[in-house]
């Protein structure tokens, strides 16, 4: 095997470190809009999932001081809704940039369901999960079947929510208010509120179970694929380990 | 037609003076959230309009409508508008029975043929055409759809006529339909709860008596006046809520503090009523003010939202009785534990493959 000629300076470089060279190509992905709204995103979420389960199961009462100094299930609640609103409207900017964005920043919001080499790829790539294909395939973006997870995951469960959750910010806002003016037909179709409670709850569970898998997938494939992963959402850049086809 | 008389006649007849009209009058106008200019508008309406007839239905029901309703807090309301239904027909509250009593609902409906108001109590069995209500010797339905057609508007009284109620609860064996399902070419307005207030029920009959109109209505077709608001928005507990403080046990020290009863389920946060406001028998209380959580009986649906007791509502769906937390928790951890065998399987092959590039090399 023919050493690959570098220019990495020799002093630190060992004989095998030599024989994992490539040409290293990197592309550029992600957007910094793109790359700041998954970080927001991120933190949103987290903080929404935590002070969400403690609105639906609060802790243990707390005696700190008299009820009119003490305003602990405010604050959860407070938290609780600003994140729905930073997610709202980083939402929203997300949409804006899929429309201004690069090619990529599109890939979130549909699914080539009329692509048959898009279904050969899902399949493809749940071969690759069932440890059955060898070796994973390239991809600059989304992989189809990371595609259509986030579509359904993020796309459709994020809209689920911000629409359930406004709604039931318009109760406490009340008639009259933006929320309730825009979201208020929400509860025409559940009526009473206690079902729509129990759906953005449901939805919660459905993001946590999203952010078990996305965060498990993203790991195992920067270790296992054959490009970056993680880091790409920080620097914006896909790198390739080796310079194979596919 | 007739010469019907006015309110303000049948008031007198009854033997209330001109005074306690004025306050009675003044009551309903702050009840309804109008303003003192409201009030002589209320009486003059009163003075000279010839009244409104209300024909009162009941069907699949417990009564317990009617019951809050003869318990109004001013006592003047009860008596004014009672003593007008049970003139025209209230097969509860009226001294006639059996014949004579369809004869007089026959005779109402005939002549006040487009002018009455129809205040249903309870619903329509629609199964087995509709044999688990019978009335007068034939369904209720019947009934209903007759008296309803010649309706100005309907009056939906408590959760039966509005929601179905108890006896609509899963699987509803006797398919009791909510009125706005049976009658669909009327007005309907819906006063739910189990029962409602007394002082909803005679706000809402004079409003209409006396403007000749529905009052607002929200979403769901409630007079937004009572309606348009949570238990939670106005409850007096609302501080420990909003402090974390709840009550954690029925028997536990918070509960003698009169902390929020969140916990223990209280559905107060959902449910759109005025018990919190306009309190119930002459207000002296209300549920929570008792120590008891709200069922949210104003709500559609609160028969079959789990237990009472309990905050976050069971799923039937999922086959066992498990609520979102026992449900959510229990799809992450499959997908946790598939998450790690599976990380596990790509460590080994991970190994193997490496093991065996360095025997190829």
């Known amino acids: 095997m023919a050493t690959p000629t570098t220019n990495i300076p020799a002093h630190d470089v060992a004989p095998e470190d030599l024989a994992t060279v490539s040409r290293q190509t990197s592309i550029y992905v992600y957007e910094a809009p793109v790359r700041m709204w998954h970080w927001i995103n991120a933190a949103a979420i987290l903080v929404l999932c935590v002070t969400g389960y403690f609105i639906g199961s609060p802790l243990p009462s707390m005696q700190i001081g008299e009820a009119t100094d003490q305003f602990v299930f405010g604050y959860i609640r407070f938290a609780h809704f600003a994140a729905g609103w930073i997610l709202t409207v980083g939402f929203l900017g997300r949409i804006y940039w899929a429309f201004v964005g690069n090619h990529h920043a599109r890939q979130l919001f549909y699914v080539p369901v009329w692509k048959l080499e898009f279904w050969r790829e899902v399949i493809f790539e749940i071969r690759w999960y069932l440890f059955i294909a060898k070796e994973p395939k390239k991809y600059v973006g989304h ?19 911000i629409v359930t959750g406004m709604a039931l910010y318009a109760e406490g806002a009340q008639e009259g208010s933006l ?56 620097s914006g850049h896909r790198t390739f380990k080796d310079d194979r086809d596919d | 037609m ?28 702050s009840a ?22 209300v024909i009162w239905v ?60 129809l205040a249903v109590e309870g619903n329509p069995p629609l199964n087995e055409d509709g044999m688990f209500c019978i009335v007068g010797g034939k369904p209720f339905v019947e009934q209903l759809r007759h008296a309803a057609a010649g309706a100005k508007a309907i009056i939906s009284w ?136 709200c069922i949210g009986c104003s709500e559609d649906g609160f028969w079959d939202q789990g237990g009472f007791y309990n905050r976050l509502t069971n799923i039937k769906q999922f086959g066992v009785e498990a609520n979102a937390d026992q449900v959510g928790m229990a799809a992450a951890g499959v997908v946790g534990g598939a998450v790690a065998v599976h990380a596990a399987v790509s460590a080994l092959k991970r190994a193997q493959k490496k093991t065996q590039d360095k025997v190829e090399s």
């Open chain 1, 143 to 161: 992989n189809p079947l990371a595609q259509l997870a986030m579509f359904f995951f993020i796309t459709l469960g994020v809209s689920f929510m």
């Open chain 1, 179 to 234: 929320t309730a003016d825009l979201f208020g037909w929400v509860h025409g179709l559940t009526w009473n509120s206690q079902r729509l409670h129990t759906l953005h709850h449901l939805g919660m569970w459905w993001i946590v179970i999203f952010m078990i898998v996305h965060i498990y997938v993203a790991i195992r494939e920067d270790i296992m694929s054959r490009q970056s992963i993680v880091s790409t959402m920080i």
């Open chain 2, 2 to 29: 007739s010469q019907i008389e006015t309110f303000y006649e049948v008031m007198r007849r009854q033997g209330i003076t001109r005074r306690s009209f004025m306050k009675y009058c003044s009551l309903t106008a």
């Open chain 2, 32 to 53: 309804l959230g109008l303003g003192p200019a409201f009030v002589p508008k209320i009486a003059h309406a009163m003075e000279t309009k010839p009244r409104t007839p």
């Open chain 2, 58 to 117: 009941n069907g699949l029901e417990c009564t317990c409508c009617s019951e809050s309703f003869i318990r109004g807090a001013h006592p003047l309301a009860k008596d004014v508008v009672l003593s007008m239904i049970s003139l025209d027909y209230s097969h509860v509250l009226m001294a006639a029975a059996g014949h004579a009593a369809e004869a007089a609902l026959e005779e109402a409906i005939q002549k006040y043929k487009g002018n009455y108001i």
């Open chain 2, 158 to 293: 408590g959760a039966c006529a509005s929601y179905g109620c108890v006896q609509a609860a899963s699987p509803n064996p006797t398919r009791a339909t909510p009125v706005h399902k049976v009658i669909t070419d009327k007005p309907i307005i819906k006063v739910p709860g189990c029962p409602p207030i007394a002082e909803v029920m005679t706000g809402v009959i004079t409003y209409m008596l006396t403007f000749d109109r529905l009052p607002e209505l929200d979403r769901q077709g409630r007079p937004a006046m009572f309606y348009g608001q949570r238990i939670h928005d106005k409850c007096y507990r609302r501080p420990h809520f909003d402090a974390g403080q709840f009550v954690e046990a029925w028997d536990d020290d918070n509960a003698r503090k009169g902390y929020c009863l969140y916990k223990m389920g209280c559905k107060g946060p959902t449910t759109y009523n005025a018990c919190s406001t306009v309190g119930w028998n002459e207000g002296t209380s209300f549920p929570i003010q008792s120590g008891h959580g």
